[in-house]
């Protein structure tokens, strides 16, 4: 992994069945700083305008950031993105979900979902490989039922999972992306996008190091922003918020 990057696009066409994956652009990375500029560019260039949430072609990107899963404080953020159902316009959601950890740790930093399977599925990636499992025997589960038996299923209690639940399912436009440490992808109904691929969830297990191009630099930082928050914020801890 180079500067906090593990290198890689994967993307998977839940039509075709189809699994690919290429090179991360590193200048591009650079200049626009994280997955969530080369998503939005990604978006603008090949999402059509007249592509609705629903529809087959509509992309669900899971992506990750160059600090996500490093020593830097409250690194363990990803972002969903898609076209939001609620709105019909663009849609992003941000939340702490160790998938996307554990996705970066397998070799991706960004995941690019397409298509529509024809039964439900879940993803299943781990360490350089992607696989499209079937999910008919978990579709109807709440999303931390959904993702215990998918690891159990595999073997994998270590991996982290975000799931949908009912709603997605059923196309609630409000629905969200849960991961199974609790944490909501809650904003612009995405989990409907989910659930209209017929996708339940996407399970992740890497055990590839994320390095920083800097990392005494960055300990140091990171040592910084503690002291400051323990100084500046102790009131919280002390009187609460």
């Given at each position: 992994?180079?500067?906090?990057?593990?290198?890689?696009?994967?993307?998977?066409?839940?039509?075709?069945?189809?699994?690919?994956e290429?090179?991360?652009?590193?200048?591009?990375?650079?200049?626009?700083?994280?997955?969530?500029?080369?998503?939005?560019k990604?978006?603008?260039?090949?999402l059509?305008?007249?592509?609705?949430?629903?529809?087959?072609?509509?992309?669900?990107?899971?992506a990750?950031?160059?600090?996500?899963?490093?020593?830097?404080?409250?690194?363990?953020?990803?972002?969903?993105?898609s076209?939001?159902?609620?709105?019909n316009?663009?849609?992003?959601?941000v939340?702490?979900?160790?998938?996307?950890?554990?996705?970066?740790?397998?070799?991706?930093?960004?995941?690019i979902?397409?298509?529509?399977?024809?039964?439900?599925?879940?993803?299943?990636?781990?360490?350089?490989?992607?696989?499209?499992?079937?999910?008919?025997?978990?579709?109807?589960?709440?999303?931390?039922?959904?993702?215990?038996?998918?690891?159990k299923?595999?073997?994998?209690?270590?991996?982290?999972?975000?799931?949908?639940?009912?709603?997605?399912?059923?196309?609630?436009r409000?629905?969200?992306?849960i991961s199974?440490?609790?944490?909501?992808?809650?904003?612009?109904?995405?989990?409907?996008?989910?659930?209209?691929?017929?996708?339940?969830?996407?399970?992740?297990?890497?055990?590839?190091?994320?390095?920083?191009?800097?990392?005494?630099?960055?300990?140091?930082?990171?040592?910084?922003?503690v002291?400051?928050?323990?100084?500046?914020?102790?009131a919280?801890?002390?009187?609460?918020?």
């Open positions: 992994m180079a500067g906090g990057y593990a290198g890689k696009i994967l993307t998977v066409d839940l039509s075709d069945g189809k699994i690919s290429k090179t991360l652009d590193l200048s591009l990375a650079k200049n626009l700083i994280g997955c969530l500029g080369i998503a939005s990604i978006m603008l260039e090949e059509d305008p007249s592509v609705k949430p629903f529809d087959p072609e509509n992309k669900l990107i899971l990750t950031g160059p600090l996500t899963g490093s020593t830097a404080p409250a690194a363990n953020k990803s972002i969903i993105i076209r939001s159902p609620l709105t316009i663009w849609g992003e959601s939340f702490s979900a160790n998938c996307g950890i554990e996705l970066k740790r397998a070799g991706y930093d960004m995941l979902i397409e298509g529509k399977a024809e039964k439900p599925v879940y993803l299943w990636i781990h360490d350089g490989t992607a696989e499209i499992k079937d999910a008919s025997g978990i579709w109807g589960m709440d999303t931390f039922s959904a993702c215990d038996a998918i690891k299923d595999l073997g994998e209690m270590k991996a982290a999972a975000i799931s949908i639940g009912p709603a997605g399912e059923k196309l609630a409000i629905a969200s992306i199974d440490n609790g944490r909501a992808a809650g904003r612009c109904g995405l989990g409907a996008v989910m659930g209209s691929k017929n996708l339940k969830a996407v399970v992740a297990r890497g055990s590839g190091k994320i390095n920083a191009a800097k990392p005494e630099m960055l300990d140091e930082l990171r040592d910084g922003i002291e400051t928050v323990k100084n500046e914020l102790k919280f801890s002390e009187y609460g918020t």
